[in-house]
């Protein structure tokens, strides 16, 4: 059974949508098949990826990074800043998420951090949010369902993806000033946090292990365990770019 928000209620959501909102904030949404906006925000919408979304995505679907990006993805550098862009593609015909099907997502466990964020975004200011839609478009804020900001958030599962992201950022260096120029080389550097099929036949060099004291037991372990491997990688890319941006 979904109970409705009432018209003053969907009144107010449509005006809070416009709001910055913390970790306590409430609000209320629902989102279901019986909506008959339900599958809407995934049709010609921008999803832009993380490397934990590149790596989540193409272990669900049992296919590497280079093959998935080639597949599923447009990704490229941005012309004023050298910073690799990843994209989700859309299918051409439909605009629609390829992942997606009548009955919903069929990639949901591995579903991106933008996906699971909604109907929320981040805003900024550390810790800020604001919704990616007002209830005139997004029905789902006018059902009676209520949530804070955290308990959302929580209940998407979004953590492990903030903390991989906040690892990834970890990775430039304290001179990095956000919007600069890296430069092509730096852009590609950064890149191998989304193909770590690159990174993998880097490590496979015994020459390269050795320069970089990853002994045996090291590269056993991020053998095994993607997340530690993309850890690894980021920590090869900071190295990269301390060096690179240190010679600038």
């Known amino acids: 059974m979904s109970f409705k928000a ?55 679907l049992g296919m590497g990074s280079s093959e998935f990006l080639a597949r599923h993805t447009r990704s490229f550098l941005a012309k004023s800043t050298s910073i690799p862009v990843v994209q989700l593609a859309m299918d051409p015909d439909t605009l629609y998420c390829r992942f997606v099907r009548d009955q919903g997502c ?9 996906c699971r964020m909604y109907p929320l975004d981040l805003a900024e200011g550390e810790g800020n949010y604001r919704f990616v839609a007002g209830s005139d478009r997004c029905l789902g804020l006018a059902e009676a369902k209520d949530w804070t900001v955290r308990g959302w ?20 260096p304290a001179r ?44 056993r372990r991020v053998l095994e365990n993607d997340e530690e491997m993309l850890r690894l990688a980021f920590q090869y890319i900071a190295a990269q770019l301390e060096e690179l941006l240190g010679m600038a």
Request: hydrophobic share 35%; aromatic share 12%; net charge negative.
């Open 153 to 172: 958030l929580d209940n998407q599962g979004v953590g492990p993806y903030t903390a991989m992201e906040r690892e990834f950022r970890d990775a430039m």
């Open 6 to 60: 009432s018209q003053e209620e969907r009144t107010r959501l449509s005006q809070s949508t416009e709001s910055t909102l913390g970790e306590e904030s409430s609000f209320r949404f629902a989102c279901h098949e019986d909506l008959p906006c339900f599958t809407q925000c995934c049709r010609d919408v921008n999803i832009y990826l993380t490397p934990y979304d590149v790596l989540r995505l193409r272990r669900a």
């Open 106 to 114: 069929t990639v949901y466990e591995d579903r991106p951090w933008a």
């Open 176 to 219: 990095f000033v956000p919007g600069q120029d890296v430069g092509v080389g730096l852009g590609k550097v950064l890149f191998l946090a989304y193909d770590l099929d690159r990174f993998v036949e880097m490590l496979r060099d015994e020459k390269f292990r050795k320069l970089y004291d990853i002994d045996e037991e090291l590269y």
